[in-house]
Each structure stands twice: as C-alpha cells, then as structure tokens.
C-alpha cells in the first residue's frame, strides 16, 4: 500500500489515557490527530497533544461522547478520514459505525457484522459455538423476561452468573448463590444495563469456581489473515472489573504442554474472529478451569483495543494500534503466525481514583502533584516520556494526568496505567513494584498502595491466581495509616511557614501572636486533622528555621526533628534517629491567598512509596468540630442521616418518603464514575427522602434521614433498639 492510501488525518473519538496513547501512535506515523472533548475534559491532556481539538457536548458522555452526531461533524469540521474509538463509549456501536459509512468515514475497527453479531453476548455464544467454539453453559436466548429467567434457573444450577447481553466491563454482572437473591439481583442487573448500554437484555451462565479468566489478542485484516498474538492473564479482578493484567499467562507457562495448550486457544480465537469475517485488532475471552487448564470456554469477543493491550506489545513488540490502523486503511498483515514470538514478560496495574479501605468507593478532586515516571527526569516536561529502564527491566505508563487537572465523578475511575517488563515474571512484578512505589499523585485518592499490596502478596507472586481472589484477600491487607512521621512532618512544614510569615510580616518570629514566646516552656502547638475524623496534637519546640527544632507528638517525648527539600516537592523528615523522604502538595483555601505574609497551608498531602493520605492544619473552630464529632460518634453508633459518599445521580429510590424501614435496609442508588452504590439505613425507623431519581448530589449531602422509632416505654427510652452485634453495612 502507498503512503497515498494512508489517512492523513484521524479523530480519536474517546478521552483519557486511551485518547493519549492513540495519538502518541498517531504521531509517530505521521498522521494529523483530531480530539474531542466534552465540557469537563476542556482543560485534558489529550486535548492538548492533539494537533486539533473540537467541543462536542456538555460533561455527560451521553450528550458528548457518545453523541454520534456531534462526533460526525467534529470529522466533517476537520477533515478527518478515519475514527479511532479507543476502548469503551463507542467502540462496539454498530450504530456509530454505520453513521461512519454513510458519511464516508472509515471506522478503525471491524466491520458491522462482527459488531452487530459480537457485541450481543447472546448472538455471539451462540454463534461461535456453531464454528466449534467451546462456551460455558447456560441459557441464552434474546427478550427473556425476568420470570422466564427465574424458571430456566434452575436448569442452569446454582450458583450461576446473570449477565447483560450488550455489555462489558463487568457492569450488570451479578453472581447469585441462591434462588431466592435472584429476583432482586435480576430487578438490579436490568437497571444498570439500560442505564450503562441501553439495553437491558440479560441471559444467564453457570458460575464456574475459581475460575482463570484468559484473553486471546488477534489481529485481522481484509485478505483473509487471522493471526493471534498469545494470551493475556486477567484474573485479578474486582466487581468483575480487571486490575492487574499480564502476558504471557502464569498457568500456560507452569504447564508442561504450555504451548500445545496456547496454540489451542489461540486457534480457537482465530475461529471465533474468521466467524465473523473480522478486521483490526480484537480479543476474544475465555474462562479456563484451574483444575483442566485445557479446557476453556468463550465467554465474549471485545470488538475494540482493550485496556490491558500494552502487556501484549511490551512481550511482542508490535503495536497494535498502528496495525488498527494500517489495516482499516486496507493494508495486508505483514506479520505472519510464525513470527509472534512472546519475549519476557509483562504486568499491568491499573490505577483507579478510589479508596480501597472504603469498599473502593471512587473518588474525585484535582492532581495537585504528579510524578509518574521512574528516574531523575520524571518530572521533565516535553516531550512527555512513557518509557523508562530500571535496573531489572522497562517501565511504561499510559496516562492522561496533569497537574490542576480536575478528576470527574462523570467518567471512569481509571485514570492511568502502569506496565513494567522483565527477563521474567518475577523480574516483571519487582520492576512494577518498584514503579508503583514511585508513581506519585497527590489532591486525590488512589489505589496505589493497595496495588503494592496485591502483587506482593504470596498467591500472586506464586501465580495462584483466580477472579475470587481480591475479595479473599482484602481482609488480610494491612493499609498504612498516618503516623507520628507524618504529623511531625506536616507540624514543622507548618510551623517553619508561620516562622516564615513573622519574619515577612516584620515580626519577633520568636514571639506567638498570643503573647507565647517558643521556648521549652511554651511551644507552638499545631492542630492536624488526620483521615478518618481524628485529631492529632503535635508541639514544636526551638525554632525551625534555625535548626533547633523538636516536636513532641500528642504529649509524648520530645525528639529533634528536620525538614530540608532535596528538590522540588520532596521533602526530607528527619525525626530523631529515623529520616523519610515524603512528596509534599500543600493546599490554600479560604480568603486569604497564599503570597509573602501568609504561606501557612490549611492542608497538606503527603505520600511516600505509593502510599498518601491529607492532613488538614486546622484553627481553634475546626478542632472543637471535630472533637465533638467524635465525642458523637460512639462506639457502634448509627448515624441516622444518609449521605452519598461522592458526587454522583440518583439512579434509584426504593423507598417512598415516610416508608418504615429497618436498619440495612436498601434507601436508594447512587452511580459516580460508571459505578451503582447502594445506601443504607443504619438505623431503623421512618425514612424521610430528600432526592429523587435523577438528582445530581454532591459528595458528603445528606440525601435521606431515618427518624428513629419511638420507645415503647420508659424502659427502653433513648434511642431506637438495635442488635450491638450488628455489622455496619457499606455504603
């Protein structure tokens, strides 16, 4: 094919580290890039790499990026000859792709066949089981209503797994252990299907145990050549949603007829692929049994480039978006069979804006300080690096952040990837370990903490691994807590910016505003606000400008303590006979701006090795609110208002304004982030509703409060009876 033949200009119609990492291919081919970007994503990196950029819509994906028009005339406005999708949004929307064509667009993806037959998981487990595809059993068949599906049950057997027929990601997918869960698992399933694809077709699978769940990646083109490129572990999921992924597999390479075993799946993913007479790259997903790891069943085909196609191209070294590209353009594969060889090995972990101790709850806020790359140039700005040698092997990370960028709760959690490659896996897992640990983001909450803690755990570096495994586990992690290191760091940061103030402000810096002079009879005490509602007393003691600082942490001994910033943002504690280097971000809010008399933070973030937390200075207001929150929050008390957790809509109410309810008892549905989070009574008694379906809330607003039931008599008067043994339940 001739350089004539190939687009000169291509729309990403997508966002984020995806939207980013097609333009960077883009680029190196010598091909114009065009961004799309909704009101929320105005100010995002890849809207800034793009060569051009076009507003399609307000922050809600269904009026911008899934809004098929507006990303039509964007390509019309541009003059772009090819759409890539990414992943997610569009990618598997045969709809768009038809629009595409008649608008003479091409769609870098496979034809609408594959699309119309792939993307109904229905349609497709029928389909390639007549091509000599082994699927898992089940009961598949198109409008099933709700009692249809509770009478084929069960045939099928419990426990067994409700899925929804046009969708992904794990989103709708419910695991029923009895026949008595399945109508409101069923009720909830419908719900989030419509809501996330439009389309609440569901069908039913047998759960199988422990299982392994293994992708096959292949690569197509229009003159008939199918190729796969290995498989993919993606086992290390939660809320069937994947967040550790690795290439090759740990049990195809444990077995002794590992490659019989991966030329066998790999073939049956090629059937799949030349079943529907596919084009581009895809991946098809099997469930492979721990016990017989030569059996496996088809449980879907993604259309599209998936999330974890990095591990694929660090073992390989081909990029598959370069050949999306290349053979939507109409080039022939030039890569044969033969010549996939997979070298070394490769680990992705995602990293999500959540917090992981609270039920991975997602949240939101603005990058404040960012580090994401190994080495002393990590912060170097242009041209952004993804790539980086370690001393056992590479490191490379897809992402979108930047510093000030605000983190919706409009979009997915996911906000970057990191991917290490290593001689071997063990290699790989030390190399990513090693990464995490120096992949900072501070402003918002990550789970990079809890990704150290995964892929050090012993099952995971043994490769025992399963999709049951992260629930199993994640009693047994111990996440770290701010500690004295911490608070006297924050205190002497703290307490050299107010020596700073005096001195600026023409003042004894010695001398407290109070009258107090520093001194070993009167420090300066520091109030801090730790995560969780806690208040921690830390006193400074000498002057820190000076270096004859010490700190006494909530009246213990006092110890000598140092702060000096060996660069930029980083900072080195040292207290008493221990030092630690932490990444410092502090925070101005109020009406007082930061500038040469006030450079004292109202809150400061920290981390260090992959681990951070925010720490708020706070005034004599702040501290007494916070101890009589305390005093209130009693050993095993109920909170009798609800609030939602974070930003989000209302997707459900079940109960009606001054319903009873009872303590546990379901009040309504918040979705954030392309998460549904059900909210709970604490307390029983008469629920008083204050949202309806639809409202957009704010993180932290009371959206329901329960009025407790009324004793029945003297002896039981005070509040509302409840079983002290009773579990609160998760939000």
């Known amino acids: ?257 590992g490659e019989a075993v991966r030329a066998k799946i790999g073939e049956a993913a090629c059937n799949a692929a030349r079943s529907v007479h596919y084009t581009g790259a895809g991946t098809v997903e099997f469930l492979v049994s721990d016990e017989s790891p030569d059996e496996f069943f088809f449980m879907e085909m993604n259309t599209r480039l998936q999330v974890e196609h990095p591990v694929t191209e660090m073992v390989t070294g081909i990029d598959l978006v370069e050949w999306q590209v290349r053979t939507a353009a109409g080039e022939e594969l030039t890569v044969q069979q033969d010549d996939v060889v997979l070298a070394g090995h490769s680990v992705e972990a995602r990293v999500y804006a959540e917090v992981p101790e609270k039920n991975f709850l997602p949240s939101s806020g603005t990058v404040l300080l960012l580090d994401e790359m190994p080495g002393p140039a990590r912060r170097s700005s242009a041209p952004v690096r993804v790539e980086a040698e370690t001393a056992r092997g590479r490191v490379r990370v897809d992402s979108a952040l930047l510093e000030g960028l605000e983190i919706s709760s409009s979009y997915d959690p996911m906000i970057s990837k990191v991917i290490a490659w290593g001689e071997d896996r063990a290699a790989a897992l030390d190399t990513l370990d090693e990464a995490l640990a120096g992949y900072t983001v501070l402003g918002i909450d990550t789970n990079v903490e809890y990704l150290r803690l995964l892929i050090d755990d012993d099952d995971v570096r043994a490769g025992r691994l399963d999709t049951g495994l992260i629930e199993r586990k994640m009693p047994e992690f111990s996440f770290r807590r701010a500690g004295d290191m911490e608070v006297a760091a924050v205190a002497v940061y703290v307490a050299a910016a107010q020596e700073q103030d005096a001195q600026a402000a023409g003042t004894n810096p010695w001398k407290r505003r109070d009258g107090w002079r520093l001194g070993a009879q009167a420090p300066l005490r520091i109030s801090l606000g730790t995560p969780g509602g806690g208040v921690a007393t830390v006193e400074v003691y000498g002057s820190v400008g000076q270096g004859t600082a010490a700190v006494a942490v909530d009246g213990g001994p006092q110890r000598t303590a140092s702060l000096r910033f060996p660069e930029r943002h980083h900072a080195e504690l040292t207290l008493g006979h221990e030092a630690r280097v932490y990444s410092l971000a502090p925070v101005h809010k109020g009406p007082v701006p930061p500038g040469p008399d006030n450079t004292v933070p109202t809150e400061l973030f920290l981390g260090s090795g992959g681990w951070a937390c925010r720490l708020e200075v706070l005034t004599r207001e702040s501290r007494l609110a916070r101890v009589l929150a305390a005093v209130e929050r009693e050993e095993g008390a109920a909170d009798p208002e609800v609030r939602s957790p974070m930003p989000g809509t209302v997707v459900s109410v079940a109960v009606h304004d001054g319903d009873p309810v009872t303590a546990g008892q379901v009040l309504l549905s918040v979705e954030a982030m392309k998460m549904e989070h059900q909210l709970v009574a604490e307390v029983a008694g008469t629920a008083h509703i204050t949202v309806t379906t639809g409202d957009l809330v704010k993180a932290d607003q009371v959206v329901a409060t329960i009025h407790a039931d009324q004793p029945a008599g003297p002896e039981t008067a005070g509040s509302a009876t409840q079983d002290p043994t009773e579990e609160r339940k998760e939000a």
């Open 1 to 257: 094919m001739t350089n004539e033949t190939m687009f000169h200009t291509v729309l990403v119609a997508n966002r984020g580290e995806i939207a980013c990492r097609v333009i960077r291919t883009l680029r190196a081919m010598g091909i114009r890039s065009v961004a799309v970007y909704s009101d929320a994503d105005a100010g995002a990196r890849h809207v800034r790499e793009a060569d051009a950029a076009v507003r399609i819509g307000p922050a809600a994906a269904a009026r911008s990026y899934l809004n098929i028009d507006a990303i039509i005339r964007a390509c019309q406005e541009t003059g772009a000859q090819a759409v890539h999708p990414g992943y997610g949004f569009l990618s598997e929307n045969a709809d768009f792709a038809r629009s595409l064509e008649a608008a003479g667009i091409a769609f870098i993806g496979p034809g609408v066949e594959a699309l119309d037959v792939m993307g109904d998981k229905i349609r497709s487990k029928n389909h390639v089981a007549g091509y000599g595809v082994p699927v898992v059993p089940g009961i598949a068949e198109p409008g099933m209503t709700d009692e249809e599906l509770m009478a084929a049950a069960p045939g099928v057997g419990f426990p067994l797994l409700i899925k929804p027929s046009a969708g992904g990601g794990g989103k709708g997918m419910h695991a029923v252990e009895r026949p008595e869960d399945l109508p409101s698992a069923l009720a909830t399933a419908r719900r989030v299907a419509a809501g996330a694809f439009g389309d609440d077709t569901l069908f039913l699978e047998r759960l199988v145990r422990s299982p392994r769940h293994i992708e096959v990646q292949v690569l197509a083109d229009t003159h008939g050549n199918v190729i796969h490129l290995g498989e993919r572990e993606c086992s290390l999921q939660r809320r069937h949603q994947k967040v550790i992924e690795e290439a090759p597999s740990p049990l195809l390479e444990s077995l002794p007829d």
